[in-house]
């Protein structure tokens, strides 16, 4: 299928689906301007799209693929595409592989995660073999032990590994711990995840001759989002035009943002998705503008990735800006904020992962100067501790293979709350 003109998108969900239907009810009848339509609510959107008798949907459930998805609710909802749809999926986001380093003849590990209806492992696998350059595809999967990961990459030469952030410093902290060379590998190419600092230290000390580089930024909900822009920013993509339709919107009012470096919410427009259209929808992350090439953007993180602390609330780029800041001999490998509750009161705990070998010299000093840092830029957070609100800030330190993650797509959980719910 082809990408379609956005009127005949808009006017066909109009049409045969009930949800856009009653969305643009109170519409003209011929709409050509995405500014004219309403942002979709993500929580109408799901409790209309049920797997069975869905509103969204323009036709029966009858020749699609459906996969599971967290949406940015957090709860797992259901996506599907026609094999129509997934086609142009894989080969457009395949198109985009050649901009982060992908070359002819390249043997390309993925440990991506695969079953239980989750896309990732199946549509970069697709991507791959869609994609305009030939390659070697390895389809290890994020789920395989490491003890027999580490052997294939080595045996068969990989040069190229893709996965989440997590499963790929999992699988650094295994390499630097065991002594292993990978010396092949060039490339390692994340996705479903943001990569911080912290984290790229740990790959270039496993992979000292590997770039990380984005392998894209697509969601299986959204679909796709933003093709790679080579350079030394991971986080810049731009459209991928003519199949989807970025849009970055103000956060209060809504009202598009054209001016460089002033972040806003993502949201997309599919232009080639029927079964399922996907037309201003929220994709759940925040970006800007940057100026540097047309339609460039800058991913800035999670729109809602944060925790409430008693009064305080608190977003997990803080926690990172504090270990940056303080960890100015790169220690520190990991972070997740943990928040629990004793005594009455809530308390965040910082969980601080090291490579293997790092000294426990030094720890106290360091964990200090993090809570210093992160109670600077959230001053609310000692205030709070000073009234009685919360527990004073505490650092645990653990290893990166302790860092609790999702167990079924393998990401990283940023914020783990522990409170016990009634």
């Known amino acids: 299928m082809s990408a379609q003109q956005l009127s005949d998108l808009i006017r066909f969900a109009r049409h045969n689906s009930p949800f856009y239907r009653d969305l ?3 519409l003209p009848s011929h709409i050509d301007r995405l500014t004219d339509l309403p942002v979709v609510d993500q929580q109408e959107f799901w409790a209309a799209n049920a797997l069975h008798d869905s509103r969204v949907l ?6 699609a693929t459906v996969y599971k998805t967290g949406g940015t609710t957090g709860s797992p909802k ?11 999926f894989v080969t457009s986001f395949g198109q985009g592989l050649v901009d982060t380093g992908l070359r002819p003849g390249h043997r390309v590990a993925d440990l991506f995660y695969a079953g239980e209806l989750y896309a990732s492992f199946l549509f970069v696998l697709d991507s791959l073999a869609h994609a305009p350059v030939d390659n070697v595809r390895l389809p290890i999967g994020g789920g395989a032990p490491l003890e027999t990961t580490i052997p294939t990459l080595r045996d068969l030469a990989a040069q190229v590994v893709t996965g989440t952030p997590t499963t790929l410093c999992r699988l650094a902290e295994q390499v630097v711990s065991s002594g292993v060379r990978l010396d092949s590998v060039e490339l390692l190419l994340f996705g479903g995840e943001a990569l911080f600092d912290d984290q790229r230290r740990l790959l270039a000390t496993a992979f000292p001759r590997a770039e990380a580089r984005s392998v894209g930024y697509a969601s299986v909900d959204a679909g796709l989002l933003g093709r790679p ?6 986080r810049v993509h731009r459209a991928f035009t003519p199949y989807s339709l970025v849009e970055i919107l103000d956060d209060s009012t809504d009202e598009p943002i054209t001016a460089p470096g002033r972040p806003g919410r993502v949201v997309v427009t599919s232009l080639f998705r029927r079964l399922m259209p996907i037309i201003r929808y929220p994709a759940g992350d925040r970006a800007e503008w940057t100026g540097t090439g047309p339609g460039h953007f800058r991913i800035l993180g999670r729109a809602e990735e944060g925790v409430r602390v008693g009064p305080v609330s ?17 220690r520190v490998v990991g972070t997740q904020l943990v928040v629990r ?11 601080l992962a090291t490579a293997p070998g790092d000294p426990d010299h030094g720890r106290e000093e360091l964990a200090g100067a993090v809570v210093t840092e992160l109670e600077t830029v959230r001053p609310l957070y000692p205030d709070s501790v000073r009234a009685g609100f919360v527990h004073p800030l505490s650092v645990e330190w653990a290893r990166h293979r302790d860092l609790a993650v999702n167990p079924r797509s393998g990401k990283l959980v940023r914020v783990l709350d522990e409170r016990p719910t009634a």
Do not use: I
């Open 24 to 26: 643009y009810a109170s």
């Open 58 to 63: 323009t036709g029966p459930l009858s020749e």
């Open 78 to 88: 259901f996506s599907v595409y026609t094999r129509d749809e997934w086609r142009t």
């Open 229 to 234: 822009v080579p350079g030394a920013d991971a």
């Open 314 to 330: 608190l977003y997990t780029q803080d926690a990172q800006d504090a270990v940056s800041a303080a960890d100015t001999a790169g």
């Open 341 to 351: 509750r004793w005594d009455g009161r809530d308390g965040l705990v910082l969980r």
